[in-house]
């Protein structure tokens, strides 16, 4: 069983960078495929950076160029947020695909439903 642990989120203001990591309990990244996903208060969750094994990634255009997701060593995920907007508040979630196939960066954002393993969160708050 695969435990997410999310941290690094934090208040910054407008214009500011924060770094959220994401490191699996017991489990080291190998065929993986996983990604970044936020939701803010009465809005629904929205696909933020993926990730798959051939080190392609993939993000939405509410944070390209300003967002970097990236896989550290064998078991932390990370995301580089630069250039903050507070429109970016929101809870992040770190979340991984199937352990025994990977999807496709694009899959693991277009097709969330796949992803099997989710950590519980860490707020980013941008004012």
């Known amino acids: 069983h695969v435990q997410l642990v999310e941290s690094g989120g934090g208040s910054v203001q407008a214009g500011g960078s924060l770094r959220l990591s994401c490191e699996a309990d017991g489990y080291t990244y190998s065929s993986y495929s996983m990604g970044w996903f936020r939701q803010a208060p009465g809005k629904e969750r929205e696909a933020v950076a993926g990730?798959?094994?051939?080190?392609?990634t993939t993000y939405s255009d509410s944070v390209k160029g300003r967002f970097t997701i990236s896989v550290d060593g064998r078991n932390i995920l990370n995301l580089q947020m630069n250039n903050l907007k507070p429109e970016d508040t929101a809870m992040y979630y770190c979340a991984h695909g199937p352990l025994t196939y990977g999807l496709t960066a694009i899959q693991v954002l277009s097709t969330p439903s796949s992803l099997n393993y989710w950590g519980q969160g860490t707020q980013v708050t941008v004012s």
């Open positions: 990730i798959d094994s051939d080190g392609i």
